[in-house]
C-alpha cells in the first residue's frame, strides 16, 4: 500500500518540473501561518479573563493584595468556591449563591418552554396560514425586536401590578415571555419559511387542522431552530439581572442579582476570591450550554438546507 | 357519463395580477385528464384551486355533485402527489401512508389493511419502516402516490409528480402512473409542462396559457389538429416547422416568395379571404423523401441522429425546417435531397388571430 502511494507522488525530474498528477501536495504557505496566529491570539485575549478569575478563585487574599493578577497561586486555597455556593452574604441572608440558583432554574425553566413554545406557534401561524394582515404582523415582530427593553419596564411594571402578578414568579416568567417573543418569532418564522409549502399542502389535504399539523407534522421538523431558540433563550433569561432585578421579588431574585448582592458589599472587606468564584458559578449554565450544543447551534444556523 | 369535477367560471388573481380568467372545465368520471402548458400559465394555481389549497376569487368548484368551493381540502374527497413529494421527514413511510388516516380517526386494524392494500399496489411493501431520506427519488414519489391511494380519493391531482426525476424513473412511474388509472378507474387531473407525458397519460388534454385554456381535446386531436399557433408550436418534439406567406385564393395556394404549395388537399375549417396573410406549419414526419413533378430539392444542412429516427434541417427561402427521416437513411451534410410536404396533414393558421383555418 505505501509502496502505491510513493509511487504516485511526484517526483521532480531532471529539469525540476513536477508533472501534475494526483492530489495537489499541500504547502504552508505564509499566510497560512499568519493567519493560525491571529486565530491563536485571539483565543488567548478571549480566554485571558477567564483564566484570570479562575486563578484569582483559587488565591488567598493576602496573595491576590500582593497584585500578581496573571502569577499562578503559590499556595493552593479551595475556600472561595464552597464559601460562595453557601455562606457568602448576599445582603443580610448568607446562604451564598445556591437559593440563587434555584430560583434562576425556576425562572428559566418554565420561561424558556413558554417563550419557545408561543414563538413556534407564532413563527407557525406567521409561514404557513398567510392570515390577512400577516405582514403587518410580522413587520410589528421585526420592529419590537429592535425596541431597547428598558424603555418598556416602566409601563410594564404599571401594567403587572394592575393585574396582581407583580413581584411574582409567573410575573417574571411572563416579562421574559414578552420580551422573547419578537426573536423567536421572527427565527422561527423563517425557519418555517424555508421549509417546503408543500408539506403543509399535503398535510392539509391529508386531514390536519391548524393545531395538529403543528403538533405532528412541523414540531417534529423543528428540532434544529428549537435548540437554537432554547440556546438562545437559556443564555438570555440566565444571564438577565435588570428584569430579574425589577420584576421577580425579593423571594425568586435569580443567581445575577444574588451575585451582584455578593460583589457589591457595602461593609466589610471585599473578598475578590469569592467574587471570581461567584461569577463563575453563574456563568456556569450558559457556559455549559454553549459547550454542549455548539453543534446544533451551528447547525441550527445553516438549516436553511434540510431536505425532506 | 356524469362529470367528476366540475371548475365553473373560476377566476384567480395573485393581488392585482389575473392568474385565471373565467375558467370553465368539466372532467368527466374516470377521465384521465391533463393540464398541459408553459411555467406561469396558471395550471398548477387551477390545481390548488381544485384542491382547495388556494381560496378562489370568484366560481365553484364541484366535486361529485358537491359544491366544494368553500370547504377544507381534506374534505374534498382527493387526494394529491406533488413534485416534491412532499413526504413528512420525520415519519417513516407507514407513518407517511398512514397520517391521513390517523387524522380522521380510522381504526388501526382497518388502517393496516389499506396500507397493505396500497403497498402491494406501488410495490413499497419492503420500505414501509425507512424514513423518506432513506428512499430514492422514485421510491418517495410511490410513496406519495401510496399516501393519496389509502386515503380512497374519489379524485387524484398531480402536480407535475415527475419532473424531479431522471428520464428512466419517470419513464417507469409514467407507466405506472397509467396503469394505476387503469386498474383503479378514478379520475386524476395532472399538471405537467411535459408533453410527452401529456400525450401518453391523458385521456384529455388542456393547453393552457396565460390562465386560459387554448384547446381541450383528446392527444391526438391536440396534436394532429392544433386549434391555434401557441398549441401548434407547444406541442410535439422536434417542433412544427412554420411558414409564413399569402394565401391566394384564385389557385388556393400558399406563396412564399419564390415557392407554392396548392393547398386543393387540406381541409379548411374557414377559408382565408384571397391575399390574406396566412402561416403554415406541418410536422417534420409529415415531410416525405419523394422525386416527383411537385418536390422540392434541398441540400442538408444539418443532421440530428436522434436514435429511433434522424432528424435533418434543410432551409426553404432562409427559414430552417426540420424532416423526420428513418434511422435507415444514411445522409452526409451537404447531400441533395428531394422532398414534398403532406399537405392534409399540414396545418395552417391565420397570421393576425393565430387561429387555426
Known amino acids: ?308 | 357519463m356524469e362529470n367528476s369535477v366540475e371548475v365553473k367560471k373560476l377566476s384567480f388573481n395573485y393581488g392585482k395580477v389575473e392568474i385565471l380568467k373565467n375558467l370553465d372545465l368539466n372532467i368527466k368520471d374516470g377521465e384521465f385528464m391533463v393540464l398541459l402548458g408553459p411555467s406561469g400559465c396558471g395550471k398548477t394555481t387551477l390545481l390548488n384551486c381544485i384542491a382547495g389549497l388556494l381560496d378562489l376569487d370568484e366560481g365553484q368548484i364541484w366535486i361529485e355533485k358537491d359544491n366544494v368551493t368553500w370547504k377544507q381540502p381534506k374534505d374534498r374527497h382527493i387526494g394529491m402527489v406533488f413534485q416534491s413529494y412532499a413526504l413528512y421527514p420525520s415519519m417513516t413511510v407507514e407513518k407517511n401512508l398512514s397520517f391521513g388516516l390517523r387524522m380522521t380517526g380510522v381504526e388501526k386494524s382497518k388502517i393496516k389493511e389499506k396500507i397493505n392494500k396500497a403497498s402491494e399496489l406501488l410495490q413499497i411493501g419492503g420500505l414501509l419502516h425507512r424514513k423518506p431520506s432513506q428512499l430514492s427519488g422514485g421510491q418517495r414519489q410511490r410513496v406519495a402516490i401510496g399516501r393519496a391511494l389509502v386515503r380512497d380519493a374519489k379524485v387524484f391531482l398531480f402536480d407535475e409528480p415527475l419532473s424531479n426525476l431522471d428520464a428512466k424513473l419517470r419513464a417507469e412511474l409514467r407507466y405506472e402512473i397509467k396503469k394505476l388509472h387503469r386498474d383503479l378507474g378514478n379520475t386524476m387531473i395532472y399538471v405537467t409542462h411535459d408533453q410527452i407525458e401529456a400525450m401518453t397519460l391523458a385521456d384529455r388534454i388542456a393547453v393552457m396559457k396565460n390562465g386560459v385554456i387554448q384547446q381541450l381535446d383528446s392527444p391526438k386531436k391536440i396534436y394532429n389538429k392544433p386549434s391555434s399557433l401557441f398549441v401548434a408550436d407547444f406541442i410535439g418534439s422536434p417542433s412544427m416547422n412554420f411558414f409564413s406567406g399569402t394565401f391566394l385564393s384564385e389557385n388556393n395556394s400558399f406563396s412564399l416568395n419564390k415557392t407554392t404549395f396548392i393547398l386543393n388537399e387540406y381541409q379548411f375549417e374557414n377559408k382565408p379571404n384571397d391575399m390574406s396573410e396566412i402561416i403554415f406549419g406541418i410536422r417534420p414526419e409529415d415531410i416525405r423523401l419523394k422525386k416527383s413533378s411537385e418536390s422540392l430539392e434541398f441540400n442538408i444542412e444539418l443532421i440530428e441522429p436522434m436514435g429511433a429516427d434522424t432528424l435533418i434541417w434543410l432551409s426553404l427561402e432562409n427559414i430552417p425546417f426540420s424532416v423526420r427521416l428513418d434511422v435507415s437513411s444514411e445522409y452526409k451534410l451537404g447531400d441533395v435531397i428531394n422532398i414534398e410536404f403532406d399537405i392534409k396533414r399540414a396545418s395552417i393558421f391565420d397570421k393576425k388571430s393565430e387561429l387555426r383555418l
Open chain 1, 1 to 308: 500500500m505505501n509502496f502505491i502511494i510513493e509511487a504516485k507522488r511526484p517526483k521532480p525530474n531532471m529539469s525540476n518540473i513536477i508533472e501534475a498528477n494526483g492530489p495537489k501536495p499541500k504547502h504552508l504557505t505564509i499566510g497560512r501561518i499568519g493567519l493560525y496566529c491571529f486565530i491563536l491570539m485571539c483565543a488567548l485575549f478571549f480566554l485571558m479573563p477567564l483564566y484570570v478569575m479562575i486563578i484569582t478563585s483559587l488565591k488567598d487574599m493576602d496573595e491576590i493584595r500582593s497584585g500578581n493578577l496573571l502569577y499562578i497561586p503559590k499556595i493552593l486555597s479551595l475556600y472561595s468556591w464552597p464559601k460562595a455556593w453557601s455562606e457568602a452574604c448576599t445582603g443580610f441572608v448568607c446562604e451564598g449563591l445556591r437559593p440563587g440558583l434555584i430560583n434562576s432554574l425556576k425562572i428559566t425553566i418554565p420561561s424558556v418552554i413558554v417563550s419557545v413554545s408561543l414563538g413556534a406557534l407564532n413563527g407557525y401561524a406567521l409561514a404557513f396560514w398567510r392570515f390577512k394582515g400577516a405582514y403587518f404582523f410580522f413587520g410589528l415582530c421585526l420592529f419590537g425586536a429592535f425596541i431597547p427593553y428598558q424603555v418598556m419596564v416602566y409601563p410594564l411594571l404599571k401594567i403587572e401590578s394592575a393585574i396582581g402578578i407583580y413581584s411574582s414568579l409567573p410575573g417574571i416568567i411572563l416579562v421574559h415571555t414578552i420580551f422573547g417573543m419578537p426573536i423567536l418569532t421572527l427565527i422561527f418564522r423563517n425557519f418555517y419559511a424555508s421549509l417546503p409549502i408543500d408539506l403543509f399542502k399535503a398535510a392539509r389535504i391529508d386531514g390536519g387542522n391548524f393545531l395538529k399539523i403543528f403538533f405532528y407534522v412541523i414540531i417534529p421538523m423543528s428540532t434544529p431552530i428549537t435548540i437554537v431558540a432554547i440556546i438562545l433563550q437559556v443564555t438570555g433569561i440566565w444571564n438577565d439581572f435588570l428584569l430579574g432585578l425589577i420584576f421577580a421579588g425579593r423571594d425568586n431574585q435569580p443567581m445575577t442579582v444574588q451575585l451582584n448582592n455578593i460583589v457589591q458589599v457595602d461593609f466589610g472587606v471585599a473578598e475578590y476570591n469569592v467574587d471570581m468564584a461567584a461569577t463563575i458559578l453563574t456563568s456556569i449554565v450558559p457556559l455549559a450550554v454553549y459547550f454542549l450544543s455548539g453543534r446544533w447551534f451551528v447547525r441550527g444556523i445553516a438549516a436553511g438546507a434540510i431536505k425532506g
